[in-house]
């Protein structure tokens, strides 16, 4: 018994040929003995190279709005038929598949068209290449990518961005080496999310319109704005709103003109941190860079106002007071009284009392009436302080509702 199970694993596997270090070599030498990596693999010189061309995304290492460039890590996957590298499986003790240095064979000149700064080659004398025995070779070169980007910050920071990376055949024509979109496009199954983008779509395009062969992959990103909206918009929004309550402070306090003077500072630092992050040379001006630059002007305002507001203060009491404050002082009344007489619309029998004590001073003339009612310089910083508080909240509000509105409507 135990003399028929040893025949029967000899007939069973002793036709299965081990693949030795000797057969490679031998099959790579007979490959390699005649071929010449300076031609084109095609047996018919008119037809084209297919290119079967797929991009793994890793990472989206950053975006530099300044300069306007996009840097990602990836890999490329391209695969084609070499008709010269074409071998028997069965006659090579069923070796299906070599690796070969991507220097010992043709492979095409495949360069980033849209590079930031850099034009070198892909891949690397270490990079191997995947060859089938039907002639198939599969190339997978990995690479940091720095590519130009077009920013657009109109909606900063909730805006959204489209960059592509662009592959170009250098040396081929359309002719001679033609590019076909895999069906993987941009594969995502790599991908490490990032902290700053998120990508919303990507799409693959094949340029046929020139000589040269071309594809572009394009990768749609949004800002994630968290970071944004809790380190400078709402810090801006409460820089806003203190500089309406400059008004709320008394002339006499001598802290009023300092007070307008430093949320002005605020204003204009974080300006400058707005424009370190931007582009400079961008086709498009950021909403919130203009909003920004709306409530530098209103703190500018202020600041002319409360310094008007100090020299009045202090105006001696002989020089008359002009028909424009006086205006001022008699708007300021008419609200206070509609406030005031909001709060009860009868009439006491005290009030009654009252008003025959006034009926009594009226008869010593209007000459002493006009004297007392005679409004002055402290009435007149009391009344601009009131209409200037109302009317920047309101511009404040208007200014707040159009930023959001805007930024809303456009992402």
């Known amino acids: ?169 250098w040396s081929y024509t359309v002719i001679e080496v033609e590019i076909f979109k895999s069906a993987n496009g941009i594969n995502l199954n790599e991908y490490t999310e990032s902290g700053v983008w998120e990508i919303t779509r990507t799409d693959v395009k094949v340029s046929k319109e020139s000589v040269e062969s071309k594809v572009t992959f394009s990768i749609h990103i949004k800002r994630k704005p968290f970071y944004y909206i809790f380190n400078i918009m709402i810090p801006i ?37 707005i424009n370190t992050l931007l582009p400079v040379s961008s086709e498009t001006t950021p909403v919130l860079s203009i909003y920004l630059l709306m409530q530098m002007t209103m703190s500018i305002l202020v600041l002319f106002i409360t ?12 020089v008359p007071i002009s028909k424009p404050f006086r205006f001022m002082v008699r708007l300021m009344h008419y609200f206070h009284c509609r406030k005031s007489c909001k709060t009860s619309k009868t009439i006491s029998p005290a009030e009654n009392k009252d008003s025959e004590y006034r009926d009594n001073f009226d008869s010593m003339g209007e000459t002493s009436q006009e004297e007392k009612n005679r409004p002055e310089w402290k009435d007149v910083t009391s009344a601009i302080d009131f209409l200037a508080f109302w009317s920047f909240f309101l511009l404040y509000l208007c200014l707040t509702v159009y930023l959001f509105a805007t930024i809303i409507r456009g992402s």
Request: glycine share 6%; charged share 20%.
């Open 1 to 169: 018994m135990a003399a028929i199970s040893t025949v029967f694993a000899v007939c069973l596997f002793g036709g299965v040929n081990s693949q030795t270090p000797v057969q490679v070599k031998s099959l790579v030498d007979n490959l390699l003995s005649n071929y010449d990596k300076r031609i084109r693999p095609v047996e018919d010189q008119t037809l084209p190279v297919i290119l079967d061309v797929s991009f793994s995304l890793i990472s989206i290492i950053g975006v530099d709005e300044v300069n306007e460039k996009l840097e990602t890590s990836g890999y490329l996957t391209i695969q084609w038929t070499d008709t010269l590298l074409r071998w028997d499986p069965a006659s090579n003790n069923g070796i299906s598949t070599i690796f070969l240095p991507q220097n010992d064979i043709w492979k095409p000149d495949i360069v980033l068209g849209n590079g930031f700064k850099k034009f070198e080659e892909f891949g690397g004398s270490f990079y191997n290449v995947e060859v089938e025995s039907f002639g198939n070779v599969f190339w997978k070169p990995f690479q940091v990518f720095e590519t130009q980007c077009s920013i657009d910050t109109t909606y900063y920071p909730y805006d959204r961005e489209v960059c592509e990376i662009v592959f170009v055949v």
């Open 237 to 273: 929004l409460f820089l806003g709103m203190l500089t309406i309550f400059v008004f709320a402070l008394p002339v006499d306090a001598g802290e009023k003109m300092s007070y307008a003077m430093t949320v002005f500072l605020s204003f204009a630092v974080f300006l400058t941190i």
């Open 307 to 318: 310094a008007l507001q100090i020299r009045l203060h202090h105006r001696d009491t002989s």
